[in-house]
């Protein structure tokens, strides 16, 4: 575990994995349901659904885009060295809340796109749902049965 060989692809790849889960989660979750309801024309259960699945999918792209430039910014804001990348690098593998946090949504979103296929769904819509159904479920496992320190 003390073994970091690359601190800074480590801390890129949890901020690009935490923007991910919070844009999708707000675009499928939030956004595109509000967006939908917002218009008359889409106030249906299909509109609801198609709005999420857009929301979502734009959120995850948009994502992958953001998180690298906003963890360079903060890199180069706070004049981090290496040894500062590291020790967050390290205490983020340590974070057992965390770590359940992004392996509930990976699980997830791969239960829920495999669950989608023979359903005849969008494998994307199925990933969206699953991944924020673990990241919900997770957050009220570390809230509520996590030990306190």
Same mark, same amino acid.
């Given at each position: *575990?003390?073994?970091?060989?690359?601190?800074?692809?480590?801390?890129?790849?949890?901020?690009?994995?935490?923007?991910?889960?919070?844009?999708?989660?707000?675009?499928?979750?939030?956004?595109?349901?509000?967006?939908? !309801?917002?218009?008359?024309?889409?106030?249906?259960?299909?509109?609801?659904?198609?709005?999420?699945?857009?929301? /979502?999918?734009?959120?995850?792209?948009?994502?992958?885009? #953001?998180?690298? !430039?906003?963890?360079?910014?903060?890199?180069?804001?706070?004049?981090?060295?290496?040894?500062?990348?590291?020790?967050?690098?390290?205490?983020?593998?340590?974070?057992? /809340?965390?770590?359940?946090?992004?392996?509930?949504?990976?699980?997830?979103?791969?239960?829920?796109?495999? !669950?989608?296929?023979?359903?005849?769904?969008?494998?994307?819509?199925?990933?969206? #749902?699953?991944?924020? *159904?673990?990241?919900?479920?997770?957050?009220?496992?570390?809230?509520?049965?996590?030990?306190?320190?």
């Amino acid at each position: *575990m003390r073994d970091i060989p690359y601190p800074y692809v480590e801390l890129h790849a949890h901020v690009i994995m935490k923007t991910a889960q919070a844009f999708g989660l707000l675009g499928t979750v939030v956004i595109g349901p509000v967006a939908a !309801l917002a218009r008359s024309r889409t106030r249906t259960l299909d509109g609801i659904k198609s709005s999420s699945y857009k929301c /979502g999918k734009w959120g995850v792209i948009l994502s992958l885009v #953001v998180a690298p !430039l906003m963890t360079q910014g903060v890199l180069r804001g706070r004049k981090a060295d290496r040894d500062s990348v590291y020790d967050r690098s390290y205490r983020l593998r340590h974070n057992r /809340g965390q770590v359940r946090v992004d392996r509930g949504s990976a699980v997830g979103a791969v239960s829920g796109a495999s !669950l989608a296929v023979p359903l005849g769904a969008s494998p994307v819509m199925g990933a969206l #749902v699953g991944m924020s *159904m673990g990241i919900v479920s997770m957050a009220c496992y570390n809230s509520c049965w996590l030990p306190k320190k």
